[in-house]
C-alpha cells in the first residue's frame, strides 16, 4: 500500500516538476524502489506481475538499445554510454513497476492525477503571468528556477512564456479532450476537466507554443480516428463542450490580453522559415536536419551508433548527441533497422490497446484518452525530444501498464474458466466409467 502511494506521488510531481527538483523528486523515488525490493524479496513473484508480451517487447528493446551502444562506443560516439539511462535503466526501472501496478482498479488513480497534475501545471503559468505583470509578488520565478521560467510579456503585442512543466500540457490538453469528447453525462468532475482545458487553451495561446497549438488543435481528430477504428459512435452532444471550450478560451484570451491576430500568425509562420537565419530556432533546426540525413546515409541500415553526433556538433563537448529533432536523430544513431524496432514495439502497443477496446467496452474510457494523449505527444516529440528524460518516457509506459493489467487480468478469468470446465469435466468421466 505504502509502495503504490509512492508511486502515485512520484508520478505526481514528475507531471508537475518534469526535469526540476531532482533531488527531492529522487528521494521519493529512492524510498519506492525501496518498498520494490521488499516486495520482490518476500513476495517474489506475486510481487511483480507482467504479462509475457510486455517483458518479451520491453527486452527486445533493450536488448536493442544495448546493441546500438556498443555500435557506437566501436565508433567512438560521445555518448554511447550516457543513452544507457533512457534506453536501458529507466526501461527496466518502469517495467518494474508496470509489475508493481498490475491491477486496473490500482492505474486508475493516475488518470486523475494527470488531471490534477495538469491543472497545477496551469496554476503555476498563472502564477508566473501574475507576477511578471506586476499584479502580485511571490517571488515565485526565482522559487521555480530550477524550470526555466522565461517570460516576455510585451512581444509585440503578444504574450510569451515558458517553464518545463509546460510539457505536460503537450499529454493532459489531448487527454482531456478525449476525455470530454468521451463523457457519458456531465459530472462535476467533467465539469472541471472541462475548466482545466479551458485554462489551459489560453495558456498555450499566451505561450506562443507552436507545438502545443497544433496538437490541442488536431486532438478531436486524432481521438475521432481511434474511434471509428474502434467502432465507437460520437454524438452531437459530446462535441459542444469541446466548441465551447474552444470559442471560450480564445475569447478570454484576447479578453484579458491585447492579443493580436497577425502577430499569433507571425509566430506560427515563423516555425517553418528554416532558411532565414535570423529566425534562430527554425534555421538551427534545418541545419540539425541536413546535418543528422547526411549522416544517415553513411549507413542507413545501423546507423553510427547510440549517442553518436553529426558533423555540426563535432568537437562539442556537453551533449554533443543531444538534438531538437528527436526521430531524425534516432535514425541517424540506429538506422532503419533500429528504429523499426523501436517503431514497432509502439505499434504493437497500439494495437493491442485497440484490439482490447473493440472486445471490452469498458476499457475505453481509459484507453481512448490515454492513446490520444501518447499519440499528440509523440507528434510533439518529433521538434523536442521529450523522451530522451526519465520524466516523459510514463507517456509510454502508462499505457504499456493498462495494457498488462488487462491482458492479466484475462488470463486469469480464461484460467478460471479452464478450472471450472476441467472440474465440470473430471466428475462426468467418472460417472461414465461407473
Given at each position: 500500500?505504502?509502495?503504490?502511494?509512492?508511486?502515485?506521488?512520484?508520478?505526481?510531481?514528475?507531471?508537475?516538476?518534469?526535469?526540476?527538483?531532482?533531488?527531492?523528486?529522487?528521494?521519493?523515488?529512492?524510498?519506492?524502489?525501496?518498498?520494490?525490493?521488499?516486495?520482490?524479496?518476500?513476495?517474489?513473484?506475486?510481487?511483480?506481475?507482467?504479462?509475457?508480451?510486455?517483458?518479451?517487447?520491453?527486452?527486445?528493446?533493450?536488448?536493442?538499445?544495448?546493441?546500438?551502444?556498443?555500435?557506437?562506443?566501436?565508433?567512438?560516439?560521445?555518448?554511447?554510454?550516457?543513452?544507457?539511462?533512457?534506453?536501458?535503466?529507466?526501461?527496466?526501472?518502469?517495467?518494474?513497476?508496470?509489475?508493481?501496478?498490475?491491477?486496473?482498479?490500482?492505474?486508475?488513480?493516475?488518470?486523475?492525477?494527470?488531471?490534477?497534475?495538469?491543472?497545477?501545471?496551469?496554476?503555476?503559468?498563472?502564477?508566473?503571468?501574475?507576477?511578471?505583470?506586476?499584479?502580485?509578488?511571490?517571488?515565485?520565478?526565482?522559487?521555480?528556477?530550477?524550470?526555466?521560467?522565461?517570460?516576455?510579456?510585451?512581444?509585440?503585442?503578444?504574450?510569451?512564456?515558458?517553464?518545463?512543466?509546460m510539457s505536460t500540457f503537450a499529454f493532459g490538453l489531448p487527454f482531456l479532450v478525449a476525455k470530454i469528447l468521451y463523457a457519458r453525462k456531465l459530472s462535476r468532475w467533467s465539469?472541471?476537466?472541462?475548466?482545466?482545458?479551458?485554462?489551459?487553451?489560453?495558456?498555450?495561446?499566451?505561450?506562443?507554443?507552436?507545438?502545443f497549438w497544433i496538437i490541442v488543435a488536431i486532438s478531436p481528430i486524432v481521438f475521432v480516428s481511434f474511434a471509428k477504428i474502434i467502432g465507437e459512435k460520437i454524438a452531437l452532444?459530446?462535441?459542444?463542450?469541446?466548441?465551447?471550450?474552444?470559442?471560450?478560451?480564445?475569447?478570454?484570451?484576447?479578453?484579458?490580453?491585447?492579443?493580436?491576430?497577425?502577430?499569433?500568425?507571425?509566430?506560427?509562420?515563423?516555425?517553418?522559415?528554416?532558411?532565414?537565419?535570423?529566425?534562430?530556432?527554425?534555421?538551427?533546426?534545418?541545419?540539425?536536419?541536413?546535418?543528422?540525413?547526411?549522416?544517415?546515409?553513411?549507413?542507413?541500415?545501423?546507423?553510427?551508433?547510440?549517442?553518436?553526433?553529426?558533423?555540426?556538433?563535432?568537437?562539442?563537448?556537453?551533449?554533443?548527441?543531444?538534438?531538437?529533432?528527436?526521430?531524425?536523430?534516432?535514425?541517424?544513431?540506429?538506422?532503419?533497422?533500429?528504429?523499426?524496432?523501436?517503431?514497432?514495439?509502439?505499434?504493437?502497443?497500439?494495437?493491442?490497446?485497440?484490439?482490447?477496446?473493440?472486445?471490452?467496452?469498458?476499457?475505453?474510457?481509459?484507453?481512448?484518452?490515454?492513446?490520444?494523449?501518447?499519440?499528440?505527444?509523440?507528434?510533439?516529440?518529433?521538434?523536442?525530444?521529450?523522451?530522451?528524460?526519465?520524466?516523459?518516457?510514463?507517456?509510454?509506459?502508462?499505457?504499456?501498464?493498462?495494457?498488462?493489467?488487462?491482458?492479466?487480468?484475462?488470463?486469469?478469468q480464461r484460467a478460471k474458466t479452464r478450472q471450472k470446465h476441467l472440474g465440470e469435466v473430471i466428475p462426468a468421466t467418472r460417472n461414465a466409467n461407473e
Amino acid at each position: 500500500m505504502i509502495s503504490r502511494a509512492a508511486v502515485q506521488l512520484f508520478f505526481f510531481f514528475m507531471l508537475l516538476f518534469p526535469a526540476g527538483f531532482t533531488r527531492e523528486r529522487g528521494g521519493i523515488l529512492a524510498v519506492l524502489l525501496f518498498f520494490v525490493l521488499v516486495k520482490i524479496l518476500y513476495q517474489q513473484r506475486s510481487g511483480i506481475r507482467l504479462a509475457q508480451p510486455i517483458v518479451e517487447i520491453t527486452s527486445a528493446c533493450v536488448l536493442v538499445s544495448l546493441l546500438w551502444m556498443a555500435w557506437g562506443a566501436a565508433n567512438n560516439a560521445p555518448g554511447a554510454l550516457q543513452v544507457g539511462s533512457v534506453f536501458v535503466v529507466w526501461p527496466i526501472l518502469y517495467m518494474i513497476l508496470i509489475g508493481l501496478m498490475s491491477n486496473l482498479k490500482q492505474l486508475q488513480p493516475f488518470l486523475t492525477t494527470i488531471v490534477i497534475a495538469t491543472f497545477g501545471v496551469e496554476l503555476l503559468c498563472i502564477g508566473i503571468l501574475l507576477e511578471s505583470s506586476g499584479i502580485i509578488n511571490i517571488d515565485l520565478i526565482s522559487r521555480l528556477e530550477p524550470l526555466n521560467a522565461a517570460v516576455n510579456l510585451l512581444y509585440e503585442g503578444n504574450a510569451q512564456f515558458n517553464i518545463s512543466s509546460m510539457s505536460t500540457f503537450a499529454f493532459g490538453l489531448p487527454f482531456l479532450v478525449a476525455k470530454i469528447l468521451y463523457a457519458r453525462k456531465l459530472s462535476r468532475w467533467s465539469l472541471f476537466e472541462i475548466f482545466v482545458l479551458l485554462l489551459g487553451v489560453v495558456i498555450i495561446l499566451f505561450s506562443g507554443k507552436r507545438a502545443f497549438w497544433i496538437i490541442v488543435a488536431i486532438s478531436p481528430i486524432v481521438f475521432v480516428s481511434f474511434a471509428k477504428i474502434i467502432g465507437e459512435k460520437i454524438a452531437l452532444q459530446r462535441i459542444l463542450p469541446l466548441i465551447f471550450v474552444s470559442v471560450a478560451g480564445v475569447g478570454l484570451a484576447f479578453a484579458v490580453y491585447d492579443f493580436k491576430v497577425a502577430t499569433m500568425v507571425d509566430i506560427f509562420v515563423q516555425g517553418f522559415q528554416f532558411g532565414d537565419p535570423n529566425n534562430v530556432s527554425a534555421y538551427r533546426r534545418a541545419e540539425q536536419f541536413d546535418a543528422l540525413v547526411k549522416g544517415w546515409e553513411e549507413n542507413p541500415l545501423f546507423g553510427a551508433g547510440h549517442g553518436a553526433a553529426a558533423e555540426d556538433k563535432k568537437g562539442e563537448l556537453t551533449e554533443a548527441f543531444a538534438y531538437e529533432l528527436g526521430y531524425i536523430a534516432l535514425l541517424f544513431q540506429v538506422g532503419i533497422l533500429g528504429l523499426a524496432v523501436y517503431a514497432v514495439a509502439v505499434g504493437w502497443l497500439f494495437a493491442q490497446s485497440i484490439r482490447i477496446m473493440v472486445r471490452n467496452f469498458a476499457t475505453r474510457d481509459a484507453l481512448l484518452p490515454l492513446l490520444t494523449g501518447t499519440s499528440c505527444f509523440l507528434i510533439a516529440n518529433a521538434t523536442n525530444p521529450y523522451l530522451n528524460k526519465f520524466d516523459y518516457l510514463w507517456v509510454i509506459f502508462l499505457p504499456a501498464a493498462f495494457v498488462n493489467a488487462i491482458l492479466l487480468r484475462s488470463a486469469h478469468q480464461r484460467a478460471k474458466t479452464r478450472q471450472k470446465h476441467l472440474g465440470e469435466v473430471i466428475p462426468a468421466t467418472r460417472n461414465a466409467n461407473e
